[in-house]
């Protein structure tokens, strides 16, 4: 029993320990039909396959012309060019040559017929039946969309690490380019485990487990696939029967509740019973979340605490990253939101040699200052009404234990969270 | 054909009259289960159907007792309580009465038996056997989590407006609300039309049509359920009856390119031929994008220019408000990103009545400095690279046409765009 105590490790530790232990190994990348692609995360420059435009294209509708031809025109000289042909967007254009003193009539967008090098816009030239009638010359290149003009072939047109969106989609596509090498998303299965839960809505002898909602919802908005399980009773056999089984499909697996050294927490020695660990982390040195502990064979096991904001302390400091870190995005799923001067002191006694991570909401001031206030959430561990009312987190380093009013600290949004 | 020549609408009115002719009585609540609601938007405010705790619970495990029965115990008399049972998290506790003088064991989370008002955590007391010791009174409360002490019963949990993410599925299921009423997700189909164009990347003859994947992904980034068709041809008869099969089966019926007054653009004249329309758009004052017109019968046919930027300002200024209405979002789609100081002077001379959309580059400023410089990104309208390059966007007001350096500008971001 003595084993399963908890050895804390700073979050910082345990972070790089499963980054370059589980990390560096599981990462992997796919090739995905470009359409497919949507949120995932390039990892390799692409360049473009060709030119675009692929060649001079008409930037108007208007008449293909010889520049040359059109050197002596001028209102005293004006010249008449017969329009040879009208062509469509559907037609082959560059299979067209213009005949001497003669022009092609092309729409928006069309390739030049081949020996053309300039357009005449419809609206800026005068038409008498099957003729214009040009009054100046036209120069070499007037209104034609270069090729390449757009983006050049073998330019470098997607960095590593771009979150594929909507417009990459098409400029992908534009470029020739229908397949795509990104990091493959990790499938995640979220076990909860507890015998006083259900996932049946009209069980009500049971309580409905609900953590798992947030868990997986957090999990797919930073880079993962995430699959929900019916709780699991405390009961050793059927808790290592089911990480098994999720070990041979799915790539990372958590476990919320059970994890704690009480007497019906068998998750941590299950775990372990498996076969020896490459890694074990008992532990981590933040509250609340404390409980959150890893063993790790060739995938994770990382077990969450059960109270909701020690779950989600878990999710935040060592499950996100690791799945941030697979699917190609950088780890930590925190961002900066905004900055604010602390209200009233901030007292944080307890667990002081640990990292803290408290909700905080903002104040609106009220006299119109541009200054941002804000304040720490009144709350227990277990209430899950808080991360309806906060703004955001403050993280709070070891050994401290007070932040005196009017001090400035940047309070951090959750990816997929606030 | 004068009849369809372009009145462009200040971009303002057009979006009020689509909004409060097809917004307002295309507006629809659907009642959705929970668990399927992520991402979509509350059109009611929520109240909790229950307390949370619904009942008294242990904050620690612990014993649970009777704080009266404690009052005389001191270090000089020490008062034994018996240890009458151990309940389990499973156990319905509440059935269970305390005998005088005895104590019973709760794990953490667990619902008090009937008569007890206080939990000793077990590592806080001394235990000889079946008994503990008590050696100062237990208050009543002490660490007890109380009936409604996260959430009240009938306290707004949630307000209209709010954008479903996983700790509100969380929190909705905890209170007992397995229904939500919510807007309904406009379905959007959208229609690209140009005989020159393909969907099939095997198809070399023809252009590959990309602009719908750019278009469906800010659709279904806005509150919009997006359907691609393949390209349809400059064919009078095919647009109009895939225009009208659309209208049976979607909610917004979205045509990008044939708009126009060229030759081959029949979209305007055959959406105006299937029956008197309710509201009439053609053309928008904004560049660019003047040519996105708009057809309202019981549901609106949306016309989007062909040239992606002409398109893409369209989609910004009259589609995705309308589809955000709906869904129950605020009609912009744009947010502020950044200010911004004008590095070089700005000139857009043309269009000058006209509302003007550009693309703007940040500029990293040599010395570290905190102010931001910002920048035109040049390019021409049917370019598409400029997408992949752009920090945002910058409007500029009618009758302006050009900005000074140093001037302040506040640089807008495209949800689901950048």
Chains 1, 2 share one sequence.
Request: net charge positive.
């Amino acid at each position: 029993m003595a084993l399963s105590y908890f050895k804390y490790e700073r979050v910082e530790d345990a972070q790089q320990k499963l980054l370059s232990l589980a990390g560096e190994s599981m990462k992997r990348v796919e090739i995905l039909d470009v359409r497919n692609a949507i949120g995932y995360i390039l990892a390799e420059d692409i360049r473009s396959e060709r030119d675009i435009p692929q060649n001079d294209i008409a930037h108007f509708d208007g008449y293909a012309i010889r520049s040359e031809d059109t050197k002596l025109a001028s209102p005293k000289n004006p010249l008449r060019f017969k329009i040879a042909k009208e062509i469509k967007l559907t037609d082959r254009s560059s299979d067209y040559e213009i005949p001497c003193g003669e022009v092609i009539y092309v729409p928006t967008g069309c390739e030049l017929p081949k020996n053309a090098n300039a357009i005449v816009p419809v609206e800026s030239v005068k038409r008498e039946g099957d003729y214009i009638i040009l009054t100046r010359p036209i120069a070499k290149g007037f209104h034609v969309i270069r090729k390449g003009s757009d983006i050049k072939k073998n330019e470098v047109i997607l960095r590593k690490g771009a979150v594929i969106q909507g417009q990459h989609i098409k400029v992908l596509l534009d470029s020739g380019i229908f397949k795509v090498p990104v990091y493959k998303k990790p499938r995640v299965v979220v076990m909860p485990i507890g015998s006083e839960l259900t996932n049946n809505l009209n069980e009500h002898r049971k309580k409905l487990e609900t953590h798992s909602y947030l868990i997986s919802h957090l999990i797919e908005k930073n880079g993962g696939i995430a699959m929900r399980k019916a709780p699991i009773p405390d009961d050793p056999n059927l808790i290592s029967r089911e990480v098994e089984e999720a070990l041979e499909n799915y790539d990372i697996i958590v476990t919320i509740g059970g994890a704690s050294v009480g007497k019906m927490d068998f998750t941590w020695s299950e775990a372990r019973r498996i076969k020896k660990p490459r890694l074990e982390i008992r532990g981590i040195k933040v509250h609340p979340g404390r409980v959150t502990s890893v063993v790790l064979f060739e995938k994770p096991i990382i077990m969450l605490p059960g109270l909701i904001q020690s779950t989600l302390s878990g999710t935040i400091f060592i499950l996100l990253p690791l799945i941030r870190f697979l699917a190609g995005l950088p780890p930590s799923p925190l961002y900066p939101k905004f900055v604010g001067k602390v209200k009233s002191v901030i007292k944080i006694p307890e667990f002081k040699p640990f990292k803290r991570m408290r909700f905080i909401r903002r104040i609106e001031s009220m006299d119109n200052e541009k200054e941002k206030f804000i304040d720490l959430l009144r709350y227990e561990s277990f209430h899950s009404s808080v991360l309806l009312k906060a703004d955001g987190i403050i993280t709070i380093p070891e050994n401290i234990d007070e932040i005196s009013p009017n001090e400035t600290l940047t309070v951090y949004g959750v990816y997929g969270l606030f």
